[in-house]
């Protein structure tokens, strides 16, 4: 229809109006690509919000995993403090020995669960977050995670030389009753084994284990990595809690 009346103006020579259509053209043209561009913006938009609210949820979901482990590894230099004292003091476990026993089996526990990291390689590969500042909070708190199991999340040399000692009763003792599993990532060091454990000889099996003169060095090494863990759990959650807020702030901003 446009390209008719074009030609009718030219035909005619009715070149004001020739303009004009020329003009309507070009503003339609300009418009239809802005149109375009607003649509291809909005919906890139859109894809971050969803990629963002993903990102928060799996921050969130690693506060909880922070706020697990300390609580765990408290366990774990607690009971380490209380096996260290005994292997250096010199003195018989007298009537605590399960309990004892307890300490140097929880002594050496691993945290298994690792930090989850799915949704932020898929948004960094997708350019998300787009503002410069969210995205280095955000680094600031996957960098910090990054060899983290280098601190306490390798099973140390203390772990199989104790464990060696702890005859299989026991053993069976401990891991049903000594420990708990709250959910499929999260596990709970417990004492409600020392019951069953006044039943067999732990005092014999605590003379072995200070017998072994390896241990107290390898259980220093290990203890000593754990307090340095307890040292940065506040700084993870800080680093965790800002990117948190940071996400949070650009969903409620667009």
């Given at each position: ?8 103006h ?8 020739v303009?004009l259509d020329?003009?309507i053209?070009?503003?339609g043209?300009f418009?239809?690509?802005q149109l375009?561009?607003w649509n291809?913006a909005r919906?890139?938009?859109?894809a971050?919000?969803g990629f963002?609210?993903q990102?928060?949820e799996?921050?969130?979901h690693?506060?909880?995993v922070?706020d697990?482990?300390?609580r765990?590894?408290?366990?774990v ?10 292997l250096t003091?010199?003195?018989d ?11 140097f089996f ?6 298994g ?5 799915t949704?932020y390689?898929?948004?960094l590969?997708l350019?998300?977050?787009s503002?410069p500042a969210?995205l ?5 708190f996957?960098?910090?995670?990054n060899g ?5 999340g390798a099973?140390p040399?203390?772990r199989?030389?104790v464990r060696?000692?702890?005859r299989?009763d026991?053993a069976?003792?401990?891991w049903r009753d000594?420990m708990?599993l709250p959910?499929s990532?999260?596990e709970?060091?417990t004492?409600a084994c020392a019951d069953d ?8 099996m ?8 390896a ?5 220093r090494f ?8 307890l040292r ?9 809690d800002a990117?948190i807020?940071?996400i949070?702030?650009?969903l409620e901003?667009?």
């Open positions: 229809m446009i390209l008719r009346r074009v030609m009718e030219v035909r005619t020579q009715n070149w004001t109006a303009a020329f003009v053209v070009v503003m043209v418009m239809g690509i375009g561009n291809e919906g890139a938009r859109a971050e919000r963002l609210a990102l928060r799996e921050i969130v690693s506060v909880e922070i697990y482990q300390s765990y590894v408290s366990e230099v607690a009971s380490g403090r209380r096996a260290l004292d005994y003091s010199g003195a476990c007298m009537s605590a020995c399960e309990d004892l026993l307890i300490d929880h002594a050496s526990q691993v945290w669960t690792p930090f989850d990291y949704k390689r898929e948004a590969r350019g998300f977050p503002d969210t280095k909070t955000v680094q600031d996957y960098v910090y995670l983290w199991d280098t601190v306490n099973a040399a203390y199989e030389r060696g000692h702890i299989p026991a069976e003792s401990l000594c708990r959910g990532e999260f709970e060091l004492r454990l006044k039943s067999l000889d732990t005092a014999e605590l003379r072995e284990i200070r017998a072994d003169p241990l107290v060095m390898e259980l290990w203890l000593g990595q754990n307090i340095f863990a940065g759990y506040p700084d993870m959650r800080r680093y965790a990117a807020a940071a949070s702030a650009e901003t667009n």
